[in-house]
């Protein structure tokens, strides 16, 4: 990695599936919430493969989200931010 660019700090999925029983990494969820009208599992761990440990954060739908679907980003962000998973400055 060049001097240039910042260590990776955070991973950020929205799971849209379930895919045959798949499940986000990190063992239980530690949060739940409702987005978009979605109700959503927060699961966060610390991700150790690669050169640096950074923050694994999954939305995991309950229930499978219809498609097309359209989801406001900005949403998860703010549920991140005020739960103090992230700054905002990361």
């Given at each position: 990695?060049?001097?240039?660019?910042?260590?990776?700090?955070?991973?950020?999925?929205?799971?849209?599936?379930?895919?045959?029983?798949?499940?986000?990494?990190?063992?239980?969820?530690?949060?739940?919430?409702?987005?978009?009208?979605?109700?959503?599992?927060?699961?966060?761990?610390?991700?150790?493969?690669?050169?640096?440990?950074?923050?694994?954060?999954?939305?995991?739908?309950?229930?499978v989200v219809p498609?097309?679907?359209?989801?406001?980003?900005?949403?998860?962000?703010?549920?991140?931010?005020?739960?103090?998973?992230?700054?905002?400055?990361?």
């Amino acid at each position: 990695m060049g001097s240039d660019h910042l260590p990776l700090a955070h991973e950020l999925m929205i799971w849209l599936d379930h895919w045959g029983g798949m499940v986000p990494a990190g063992g239980s969820p530690v949060d739940t919430v409702t987005l978009g009208g979605v109700t959503w599992d927060l699961y966060v761990t610390t991700a150790t493969w690669g050169p640096e440990p950074w923050q694994y954060l999954a939305y995991f739908p309950h229930t499978v989200v219809p498609s097309p679907a359209t989801l406001d980003l900005r949403q998860f962000l703010d549920h991140l931010k005020a739960r103090g998973s992230i700054t905002g400055h990361e």
